[in-house]
């Protein structure tokens, strides 16, 4: 009998490759719940899940089922031995309840390289040069902010400071460079591959210190909620930009909206915020600033990219029993 995977999601762009992946080596059954109590019914003696070894996992259904946090998880049955979860960031799962239950996660970095890094490449060049205030003041026909070219810069020869050099910042790091940008960076440890341009910095204030704009890049967890606090933002320059394109609550929200209060902080681009979808009301007072609503990998290349990796990481389960993409917590499983 064929292993059974649980397509937990909505595949919106790769039908067929799910069916040239998984279909000659798995049962595949697609999710078909009410809820979440239905959805763990399902894999009870009987259900239209029992005995799945792996299960696909997307976003879209947390408002039918929630996040898989330890409730969700603890009710899986013992055979479910892989969440391929189809996105990079994997805040939503409760990697600890999954490592007790012998339960290993999967992600899907490189797959939104491009399309996160682009996305925290526009609200860098919007937060230099005020382009979302004036697209807003051309839409009421008023042509453009008096004083603009005051609070507008180039981007070339100001310093992008990056935290967490790994997929995403690097490729920001590659297209900031060009035009060109100095780029430092700070991560848990030097990146050996990268390459020489981009100066490592041990002391992260140190680094923030010289940086006329700090964009995130780093995963959420409980070690880094409010990572990017008060102390962290008041080591920037007066005047500094903070772009995040990782998880809203990465940064002490408050103290960030403090900074831009007095002045400390000229703008900031936001494409994640800590509540989505609530946006703090207090943002939208601040006409110079950017904020986008999670459009980090809302294309289609990327989305079926993202998709397929997901699929792929299931296959290679299925085929070697381990997978490529094993979230870093898991490493050792």
């Known amino acids: 009998m064929a292993p059974k995977v649980v397509i937990c999601g909505i595949l919106t762009w790769a039908h067929e490759d ?25 894999f009870q003696p009987g259900g239209k899940y029992e005995g799945a070894v792996a299960i696909f996992r997307d976003n879209n259904l947390t408002d039918k089922i929630g996040i898989f946090d330890q409730e969700l998880v603890h009710g899986f049955p013992s055979s479910v031995k892989w969440i391929a979860h189809n996105g990079a960031g994997y805040d939503q799962i409760d990697v600890q309840a999954c490592k007790a239950q012998g339960i290993v996660v999967s992600n899907t970095p490189g797959a939104v390289d491009d399309a996160s890094a682009t996305t925290a490449l526009y609200l860098l060049i919007s937060t230099f040069r005020n382009y979302a205030i004036s697209e807003r003041f051309l839409r009421e026909l008023k042509w453009k902010p008096d004083g603009l070219a005051k609070r507008s810069h180039d981007l070339t020869g100001h310093t992008l400071a990056i935290l967490g050099l790994g997929g995403i910042g690097m490729r920001l790091a590659e297209l900031a460079h060009a035009f060109p940008m100095r780029i430092i960076y700070y991560s848990r440890h030097k990146v050996t591959d990268a390459p020489e341009w981009c100066e490592y910095f041990e002391n992260v204030e140190e680094m923030l210190a010289q940086a006329d704009v700090l964009s995130v890049h780093v995963p959420l967890n409980p070690n880094t909620v409010g990572l990017v ?60 600033v950017t904020l986008l ?30 997978g490529k993409d094993i979230i870093p917590e898991m490493t050792d499983m």
């Open 18 to 42: 799910v069916k040239e992946l998984l279909g000659p080596i798995a049962e595949v059954v697609h999710f078909d719940s009410v809820d979440r109590a239905d959805f763990l019914k399902g």
């Open 229 to 288: 606090g008060e102390k962290w933002i008041r080591a920037l320059k007066k005047g500094a930009i903070i772009i995040n394109t990782a998880r809203g609550k990465v940064i002490d929200e408050d103290a960030m909206i403090r900074a831009l209060e007095d002045g400390h902080l000229a703008s900031v681009g936001l494409d994640v915020f800590p509540n989505e979808p609530e946006v703090n009301p207090k943002l939208l007072e601040f006409p110079h």
């Open 293 to 322: 609503p999670h459009m980090g990998t809302e294309t289609q290349d990327t989305q079926h990219k993202m998709e397929v990796r997901a699929l792929k990481n299931i296959q290679d389960f299925l085929k070697t029993g381990s």
